[in-house]
């Protein structure tokens, strides 16, 4: 502790003030297990402590631009940002007192009050109401409350006012003679006394109380349906309810606003109202998928809160078509892969009710927003989708052509085999193998002719081994006789030019056979299980193996 | 940490008044001896006298319906409300103000106050027996009830009462004209306001209440919006209510009246009895309410209850009232809270239920009728104790032949007002004479006590002249 000298109490005193600007920042800008927080409020703290050693309070006087002890400035700024007077003034506070043996989670708790964002209009606290709310035990505070008033000279006013309204003449000596002349006395009345019910009951009453309300108000809203009479009653009522539904899904409540929806349909298809008020009672459901609401959703699913997949699902089911450009817009906006996954299920279930609008999603230039429209439409299964679909099969990005592929392959319909076929000579290995599996899947008589022709292709013969026997397999898929005997040719077809690529046609077509079954085929490809080239023997003998294991 | 400590202190000062408590309640059962009776004494004394260790006296008084350990006083502990409401009931009773611990205390002294205590319960001067039986003992004494929290001198409490009650009325009509212009609304100064109102009902709850009871007709609206919002916060912590719910809920109150500025003045403030027209339009006032409030500001949890509060505030306990509902689900904790304040309030002001005001005990009296009805019984309790049973405003004829207006009530002696006198016992006005009812002669016999009740709109008596 240094020595007190005359002055020193307004030099400590001016030296706390100006390290309120630097704690403020501080505290805004760090965790509290920061050490740069730590260090700066004890820092403080101790100030604190050590002007205490000496005096028994800090008095500070407010003004606008300037900060008093014991008459003397100790801070002073013009500016209209960080001027730490004037955040204090502008609430009304005019004195600050810090008392003798301040804690020190007062003071932490008094800095976090203060750093609050400056630009706190928004906010519907003041600074006077935090300091009220937490009630500290050290530092008080005098406001000014005329501010509060339009007019300052209300009360003197009002008292004249009301006293002045006195009756010219009042009737107390009737009242006089009346209490006289009649014989009424009084009752003993006493303090009621309370019971152990009385508190449980009340125990019960707070706990409830403490509930969420929106429920409540959601049934005042319905409530109001019957009681509202005119178009402009409708026109707000219909707000109220949209309020209500943003507000719920904001605090992640979407049990809740699926419970809005359910009743507004209900209500819309079941209550003999005017057309007038079902539509007004519509615009909640199309407002409920607005972007507003959408994006709440979004928020929702990606801060990681429990969102329970039945409200979510539920909730989809109320929504009108115009919720899926919203969705699709947040799609690709979404951090997490669950929080896609409970978009993309909505899409799922949103998406029938207008395919066209969903296909425009396609034309998002996020690869993964269009692969994910793309499963989406594979999932609603409507062949409305494929002429949208066959744009994308020159995606520029693979993952997306190989889904798109994928989907041609599952919806099937014009124009799909030719793009197909095309694909089949994509230069993705990928791609082309995609495509044969779709084709596989299609299994139509012109589908398997695609293949066959690509297989008897003069270039097909320089394809890889690998790729080779893809197609092969794909072909085995229809195992009808055409394809039996087409296989059965290959693998007796000899050749002295180009051995090894004819051993290597040999081979995948034993390789399909083993596929195709049929202990029909077994004598003949026993006829090869002791070839000497090692390539077309090991498939010959793989087929073997596969059919007997099948037998 | 000095702040724990605090906490702790508190704390620990709140279990002693428990278990005084408790050890009281037992000792009225079971003989001194008993073991139920000596196991709560030994958890006392342990706890006493640990704190004694650290303190060295521990002063227990109560003051108005508080007790207060070493001038700090007690928060509210819901889960002890019962044990202090006995405790606050018995200490009156005997007119007993404070215990003073003043050193290590022994079973035995414990067993003689308690001794004491039971038997001053038959007493007819109960403190002075107990103050006899314990003046041997050197670790505790006792002192007796101070008569007001607010001595009869004391005008700055009652200038800061008045300041406050006509701030909340000269904002309510600022805000309340706002809203009817369009103009935003600043939710910031309506907490500011409801804030203080709150401190003072925690500090001086009879006298922001007494204040209730000016009426003014012309500015009907505005002052039964606070007085709503007085006699609500009031009632609510006295639930156990924290400070910063009293806050939302004085807010609420503020406005629950708010869809009325939709019906025209002319209706509102007509002299006769409405027709059944101008009661239609008066029923919509709660919808009209919710409308507004939602239209206000963006949906929070304080306009959430704000519009429930504005459309159930008439509707009935018993789910009669107005507007007519097709679910009827429970109403509102607030609600319930708000319809009793605004019907003690409306009724003492005659201007919907009756054209004719009632006085305050006849209100009461008539609201008691209602509980279990109309009004939950739970907390009409509450009010009914809150309000006391001669409210500020009451023209009472006083045994003396002086007739006067109750001027602040008595929490400690509900029957023993302060009354400032209107007519002395020659029948002459006089203005300006407050007495006090608890004041007793040499012989112990009270100076002055209610006869009986009278109606002071009955003969049209301004309250305003004689209580502001």
């Keep these: ?172 000596f009737q009242a006089y003679e009346d209490a006289l002349s009649e014989r009424e006395e009084v009752k003993d009345a006493s303090i009621v006394p309370l019971s152990d019910k009385d508190l449980q009951q009340l125990l019960q009453e707070l706990d409830e109380d403490g509930l969420d309300k929106t429920p409540k108000l959601v049934d005042i809203l319905f409530e109001m349906i019957f009681l509202s009479e005119t178009a402009g009653d409708y026109d707000d009522l219909a707000g109220s309810f949209m309020a209500a539904v943003e507000f719920a899904v904001s605090r992640g409540d979407i049990q809740l606003a699926s419970k809005i929806l359910f009743r507004l349909k209900q209500t819309i298809d079941g209550e003999a109202l005017a057309d007038d008020v079902k539509k007004q009672l519509r615009r909640v459901i199309i407002f409920s998928g607005s972007d507003q609401v959408i994006g709440l959703i979004g928020e929702v699913l990606d801060s990681g809160q429990e969102t329970q997949e039945k409200n979510f699902e539920e909730f989809t089911r109320y929504l009108d078509k115009n919720a899926i450009v919203p969705f699709m817009k947040i799609l690709g906006e979404l951090k997490t892969i669950h929080a896609r996954k409970f978009v993309i299920d909505a899409l799922i279930q949103l998406g029938n009710k207008d395919i066209l609008l969903l296909a425009r999603g396609l034309n998002d230039s996020r690869w993964y927003v269009v692969r994910n429209i793309i499963y989406i439409l594979r999932k609603i299964g409507d062949k409305k989708a494929v002429d949208y679909l066959l744009k994308t099969v ?93 296989l059965i040719e290959t693998l007796r077809q000899s050749s002295f030019f180009g051995r090894s690529k004819n051993y290597e046609k040999r081979a995948c077509a034993a390789h399909a056979l083993g596929i195709c079954g049929g202990k029909d085929v077994l004598p003949i490809l026993n006829k090869y299980k002791n070839d000497g080239n090692k390539e077309f023997r090991e498939s010959v003998r793989g087929a073997i193996k596969r059919i007997e294991h099948d037998k | 940490m000095i702040n724990k400590d605090d906490i702790e202190l508190n704390k620990t000062a709140k279990e002693i008044v428990n278990q005084l408590s408790v050890v009281l309640r037992t000792s009225q059962i079971h003989d001194p001896n008993n073991v139920a009776v000596t196991s709560v004494i030994d958890k006392m004394i342990v706890m ?165 009871a000016i009426k003014d007709y012309d500015e009907y609206t505005y002052h039964h919006s606070v007085n709503v919002s007085i006699l609500s916060i009031a009632l609510a912590q006295r639930l156990g209510l924290n400070k910063k719910l009293l806050t939302e809920l004085g807010i609420v109150a503020i406005f ?121 019984p739970l907390l009409m309790k509450f009010f009914v104790n809150m309000v006391g049973i001669f409210p500020v405003g009451t023209l009472v004829m006083l045994n003396t032949r002086e007739l006067g207006l109750v001027y602040e009530s008595n929490q400690l002696f509900g029957a023993r007002p302060r009354v400032m006198l209107i007519i002395d016992k020659e029948g002459k006005r006089t203005q300006g004479n407050v007495v006090d009812l608890t004041e007793k002669n040499d012989q112990g016999e009270y100076l002055r006590t209610i006869l009986k009740t009278m109606d002071p709109n009955k003969y049209r008596i301004n309250l305003a002249e004689y209580l502001l």
């Design chain 1, 1 to 172: 502790m240094t020595d007190y000298s005359v002055g020193d109490d307004i030099k400590k005193a001016r030296d706390i003030v100006q390290s309120l600007t630097k704690s403020k920042k501080i505290v805004r800008m760090y965790p509290e297990n920061n050490p740069i927080y730590i260090n700066t409020l004890e820092e403080h703290y101790n100030k604190f402590k050590d002007f205490f050693y000496y005096k028994d309070d800090l008095k500070l006087l407010i003004r606008q631009n300037e900060i008093l002890y014991e008459s003397e400035v100790v801070y002073t700024s013009s500016e209209k940002e960080d001027n730490i007077a004037l955040f204090f003034f502008k609430d009304g506070i005019r004195e600050l007192c810090f008392k003798k043996g301040l804690p020190f989670d007062e003071l932490e708790s008094f800095l976090r009050i203060i750093s609050i964002d400056d630009n706190r209009n928004e906010l519907d606290d003041d600074i006077v109401t935090l300091f009220w709310e937490k009630d500290f035990q050290k530092i008080q505070h005098v406001v000014d409350e005329l501010f509060l008033t339009d007019d300052e000279d209300y009360e003197s006013k009002a008292v004249t006012e009301v006293k002045d309204k006195s009756e010219k003449e009042d009737n107390i």
């Design chain 1, 394 to 486: 020159t995606h520029g990005d693979i993952r997306v052509r190989k889904e798109v592929i994928m989907t041609l392959g599952e919806l099937g319909g014009t124009g799909v085999l030719q793009a197909l076929r095309d694909c089949l000579d994509d230069v993705e290995i990928q791609v082309r193998t995609a495509s044969l599996k779709a084709l596989g899947n299609i299994g139509s008589e012109a589908a398997k002719r695609i293949i066959l022709n690509k297989i008897n292709d003069k270039p097909f013969k320089d394809r890889d081994f690998e790729e080779k026997k893809e197609f092969y397999e794909a072909l085995a898929r229809w195992n009808d006789s055409e394809v039996r005997d087409f």
């Design chain 2, 48 to 212: 006493i006298n640990s704190l004694i260790a650290v303190e060295r006296v521990i002063a227990l008084e109560l003051k108005g319906d508080f007790f207060y350990v070493n001038d700090a006083r007690i928060r509210f502990a819901l889960e002890y409300l019962l044990n202090f409401d006995f405790l606050v009931r018995e200490f009156k009773k005997r007119e007993l103000g404070s215990v003073i611990f003043k050193d290590k205390l022994r079973p035995d002294d414990i067993k003689t106050f308690i001794a004491a205590f039971i038997a001053s319960g038959f007493s007819s001067s109960p403190f002075d027996l107990i103050s006899e039986k314990v003046f041997d003992l050197n670790s505790l004494s006792v002192e007796r009830l101070k008569k007001n929290i607010v001595e009869s001198g004391s005008v700055e409490p009652r200038k800061m009462v008045k300041k406050t009650y006509f701030n909340a009325v000269s904002y309510t009509k600022g805000v309340i004209n706002k809203i009817k212009s369009g103009e935003k609304v600043n939710i910031k100064k309506a907490k500011r306001v409801i804030e203080t109102m709150v401190d003072q009902i925690l500090e001086q709850e009879q006298l922001l209440i007494g204040m209730t």
């Design chain 2, 256 to 376: 629950h009246d708010i869809g009325k500025m939709e019906i025209p003045n002319e209706i509102l403030n007509k002299p006769s009895n409405f027709s059944d027209d101008e009661w239609k339009l008066i029923r919509k006032h709660p919808m009209w309410g919710v409308r507004a409030l939602l239209k206000l500001r963006k949906l929070d949890e304080l306009t959430i209850k704000s519009a429930i509060v504005s459309f159930e505030h008439h509707l009935n306990y018993d789910h009669t009232g107005y507007p007519r509902v097709k679910k009827k689900s429970g109403i509102d904790f607030l609600s319930r809270i708000i319809s009793l304040a605004d019907q003690y309030d409306a009724m003492t002001s005659s201007r919907v239920y009756s054209r004719i005001p009632m006085s305050p005990d006849k209100a009461l009296s008539l609201m008691v009728e209602r509980s279990g009805t109309q009004l939950d």
